[in-house]
């Protein structure tokens, strides 16, 4: 009669197998054949994962170009280079980033210029009404206005609209035909087609800032109150 042999783990014969099933998962594992994961080996296409050098500036959407006979432009119009700004006068973010704008003019002169385009998001109440302010400050004191009239609405904010007029004659605006202008909502048209553009340029929020070269219309989307650095690197690769 023959005994069957203990298939438990008081088999002694057992404890050498498993010996050596260990010893050959351990040699596997350090040389590498064990198909897991590794720095130098392709991700498989079952565990996606975003590629480690992904741009930091992605290219824009169907940027509009800049038309010096439209578009309000601060510095040289005929810069390589433009930081086009889509941005709401309510916005925190927009008046963080309005100091950093001026600093890529400072630095980069005429190869530079800065372009702003309206983009007032709906739950901000006063947004659309100063935007269609800085439109009047336009029509009746031409590009300088505009842009005094966008360095006080960032500066002093937007949360009272009667101030408007009050900032129109610092501009040195007739404060009666400002309010005819901002009362009919005759620029309104204007600033949502400035919000058509942006979002078909793939401005989704605000600052929403795409730097466009103007020469290869390469463009690129900075979004949010970035650092200068983070312009500066665009900028530079355009520049060369």
Avoid at 50 to 61: I, L
Wanted: one cysteine or more; proline letters at 9%.
């Amino acid at each position: 009669m023959t005994t069957p042999v203990p298939t438990n783990s008081n088999n002694p014969w057992f404890a050498v197998s498993m010996g050596l099933v260990g010893v050959i998962v351990g040699y596997m594992l350090g040389t590498g054949s064990v198909a897991t994961p590794s720095p130098s080996a392709p991700t498989p296409p079952s565990i996606p994962s975003a590629p480690s050098d992904a741009p930091e500036a992605p290219p824009a959407g169907d940027v509009k170009p800049v038309d010096a006979k439209v578009d309000h432009i601060r510095g040289n119009p005929k810069a390589k280079v433009s930081v086009i700004e889509y941005s709401d006068f309510e916005c925190p973010f927009c008046s963080r980033n309005h100091p950093t704008m001026l600093q890529i003019l400072e630095t980069y002169g005429d190869d530079v210029n800065w372009v702003y385009r309206h983009y007032p998001l709906p739950f901000h109440a006063n947004a659309q009404k100063a935007a269609e302010a800085s439109e009047c400050a336009a029509e009746l004191g031409g590009n300088d206005a505009f842009w005094e009239m966008t360095d006080i609405l960032m500066e002093k904010g937007v949360a009272d609209p009667a101030q408007f007029a009050v900032h129109a004659k610092t501009v040195g605006l007739n404060e009666a035909k400002f309010t005819e202008c901002l009362s009919s909502g005759k620029h309104a048209q204007r600033v949502t087609d400035d919000m058509t553009g942006g979002s078909a340029a793939g401005v989704n929020g605000t600052p929403g800032n795409i730097i466009l070269n103007n020469e290869t219309e390469d463009s690129r989307n900075v979004s949010g109150a970035q650092p200068f650095s983070a312009f500066k690197t665009v900028i530079d690769e355009m520049l060369k």
